[in-house]
């Protein structure tokens, strides 16, 4: 199993971007998929998540800025940012909550990540 994502660059004060992560591999399912990030210094933290049905959570510091959104389809999450901020400054990184195939019969759920972006944005 594999997350690949894309997208991130320098921008500029206000600018937009648009984050991609595609899940690929030998997998039965995906549950929730999300977007962390990992500013210098700082531990990483939830950005925003979507669930399976489509429910989505943002965190304060990017509500009303980012919107998360599936493409299921294509095994896709994607993160569209605008009025980015040099604050947003960071890697960012997805996860998928994957159900995968075990030994015999069974099945269990585990979390998978991406490699990281890094999204810079200058004032």
């Known amino acids: 199993v594999q997350l690949q994502a894309s997208g991130g660059g320098l921008v500029q004060f206000g600018g937009s971007l648009r984050l991609s992560c595609a899940a690929s591999g030998s997998f039965l399912s995906i549950n929730g998929m999300g977007w962390h990030r990992q500013a210098p210094g700082k531990e990483r933290e939830l950005v925003a998540d979507?669930?399976?049905?489509?429910?989505?959570w943002y965190a304060d510091s990017v509500k009303g800025r980012f919107t998360i959104s599936r493409d299921y389809d294509k095994n896709t999450v994607y993160l569209e940012m605008n009025s980015l901020k040099p604050e947003d400054t960071a890697v960012f990184y997805c996860?998928?909550?994957?159900?995968?195939?075990?030994?015999?019969?069974?099945?269990?759920?585990?979390?998978?990540w991406g490699q990281g972006t890094l999204v810079t944005v200058s004032s």
């Open positions: 979507i669930t399976s049905g489509g429910r989505t």
């Open positions: 996860s998928a909550d994957l159900r995968v195939r075990g030994k015999g019969w069974d099945t269990y759920s585990s979390t998978y």
